[in-house]
């Protein structure tokens, strides 16, 4: 199947700072990404829906200003999480679809834990 | 509304034994269906998926699904469970083709005990 790969796998950062999350399609072209949010033994939370050369689509209850999501390219979106606080930790994970024969497909990335302190 | 409900959180067997992890769902349309396994700290991996056709998919690792339309399942089976088979399974659904998000269950955690 695709690959879909996302970096860093984990992160530690300080209240405050920003941190950057990227999502690649490695041999498929993506026009578009999903990003999920996952809190410890729960199941996946979307927060956005990504697409190539628009703005994202964000779900209800989530800050668009706090998390920042491009997708510049066919094969690369990042979710950036602005003025970190602890509450942000968690696991972030991104889908991409992949359309090709006909039929859409979602591959996910390995996931990136995300700590504040 | 799409949404899928499995009404376990946990599932133990015992290796050896046959495994099952249920999933309903409820859609407006024909759903297309899906079984994803997650291990610590990692995303999630594709098992299997049902389209359209046989009822009973066969998936990676020797898992298998059967679609029912008449009850709205799609229970993930095993014939003989393996430690290694212990992890976190999700069942999604989505409504058609396209760039449609997939609606998650809240995940069974399965245990194999040796």
């Known amino acids: 199947g695709a690959v879909v790969s996302q970096h860093p796998s984990w992160v530690i950062c300080k209240s405050g700072t920003s941190v950057k999350i990227e999502c690649r399609s490695l041999?498929?072209?993506?026009?578009?990404m999903f990003w999920y949010r996952q809190f410890p033994k729960q199941s996946l939370m979307l927060m956005a829906t990504s697409n190539e050369g628009s703005k994202a689509t964000y779900e209800q209850g989530v800050e668009k200003d706090k998390f920042l999501i491009n997708h510049a390219s066919l094969t690369l979106s990042t979710l950036t999480v602005t003025s970190a606080h602890p509450e942000d930790s968690s696991f972030y994970i991104c889908?991409?679809?992949?359309?090709?024969?006909?039929?859409?497909?979602?591959?996910f990335g390995q996931g990136t834990r995300l700590t504040v302190v | 509304a799409q949404s899928v409900a499995q009404p376990e959180d946990q599932v133990n067997v015992a290796e050896g034994n046959p495994l099952t992890v249920k999933c309903t769902y409820s859609v407006s349309g024909n759903p297309y269906l899906f079984w994803y396994v997650q291990y610590p700290n990692r995303g999630l991996q594709f098992l299997l998926k049902y389209i359209t056709g046989d009822n009973l998919v066969k998936g990676s690792y020797g898992f298998e699904a059967e679609f029912n339309k008449s009850q709205t399942s799609f229970h993930l089976k095993k014939p003989s469970a393996l430690v290694s088979d212990s992890a976190l399974y999700f069942c999604?659904?989505?409504?058609?083709?396209?760039?449609?998000?997939?609606?998650f269950g809240t995940g069974t955690r399965l245990t194999v005990i040796p």
């Open positions: 889908s991409a679809l992949d359309g090709g024969g006909g039929f859409t497909e979602a591959f």
């Open positions: 999604a659904v989505r409504l058609g083709t396209g760039a449609n998000n997939l609606f």
């Open positions: 041999d498929f072209q993506a026009t578009t």
